[in-house]
């Protein structure tokens, strides 16, 4: 029995060591191309084009990918900028997430420790997009030349997947039946950090409650007029009072959109736009019932009429612990981030600007420990997590302590700081697809935990229902 053991471990070593080596060579071949794919991050953050508006950022990816030999889709699920490049055939197909959406108002020089805006009011990678859609895709390639190189059958997606600020492109794909067919999809998103510990984060839904009055002189004949914007204000003030009898965790935003013309005119049209969040998406749809019946009795109390227009909604992370180990040993493998003299130097006036955060800038050459995580964001990777085993990961290509969705986080997506974090996750994609397509184990696994965490009887049901992407901003463009 002994010698069986040993003869088994002996077969065991050589395999181990190859694998080893095949993946050393993989880290080698991206190094090679740093220069390459942050040309191209650079152009998309130049580009920084807003949701459903990426045309010039979708096409230079998509010329990346058909130069590389992808079969590309374009305009999928009804979205001019989403598209699919697919490569091989046949089982296991697996997926990588790219996205490529700015943020409005956050125009920032790359690089530069203190607000210096390049255009007044205009957008800004303050998420690192631009990152995640040019690492994603220089994932998609690497493993698509690996699977040449090592003859290997199976199938590599890329999908391009637009809007994610305030657009949820991704439900419309998934509703779409983009993914029915994939095994496994691997993702990743910038952030101070680099962690592939499961996560999981809040369920969203969202719209725009639209109220209609009648407009009148406001001092000659105010009792001739009906007030919208009461309605919008009486609405908000009821959402303010249900916030004492939710339950934890919940979020509800608000912002009036339309408000009126003129002091001295009774406003006949007002919108407030609202967005609720939680754990759970039951919770979600029954917190949106009960805005909705606030609205409806604002309008009645103040004699106006009220339309609701659903816009978005995203269900909570399906963490899945098979995949996420997997990625993490090989973020292990693969390394930080480390700043040379002039990164650490913009590192430490950086902070300055937001203030101490208690994170240390070494930090970010670190590997988070494996463990559970929950935040208060959402996205819609959430609706991905749960019709397909998907596995994700941060990247520190902000300075560690740096807030999202701030012009702190552009000067850092724009700059070197931020092309090495995408290459870390470049990289760590990379081996995590090549363990997916070799490791039969791993997607066994994998499919187990997520059958296991759906529960029996699973049927995806889109929180936004069958309303259409919401691309008005294209016909205003």
Known sequence: ????????????????????????????SLDNKQEHYASIAQQIWEFAEPGYLEDKSSALLQSELTKAGFTIEKGVAGIPTAFVASYGSGQPIIGILGEFDALPGLSQEAFAPERKIITAGAPGHGCGHNLFGTGSMAAAIETKEWLINNKKSGTIRYYGTPAEEAGDAKVFMVRAGLFDDVDAVITWHAGDKNNAGPNTNLATKSGVIKFYGIAAHAAGAPERGRSALDGVEAMNSMVNLMREHTTEPTRIHYVILKGGEASNVVPAYAEVEYLVRHRSREEVRNLWNRVVKCAEGAAHGTETKVEVEVQGGTFDRLPNEALSRAMHKNLEIVGGVKYDAAETAFAEKLRLSFGSSGVPISSAAQIQPFGYSHTNASADTGDVSWVVPTGGMTAATYVPGTPGHSWQAVACTGSSIGHKGMMVAAKTLTLTAMDLFTDSNLLEASKKEFAEKRGPGFKYESLVGDIPPPLDIRKAK
């Not at 010698?3 to 993946?23: C, E, T």
């Open 1 to 28: 029995m002994r010698s069986k053991h040993i003869i088994l471990l002996l077969l065991f070593i050589p395999s181990m060591v190859w694998a080893q080596k095949g993946k050393e060579k993989i880290i080698q």
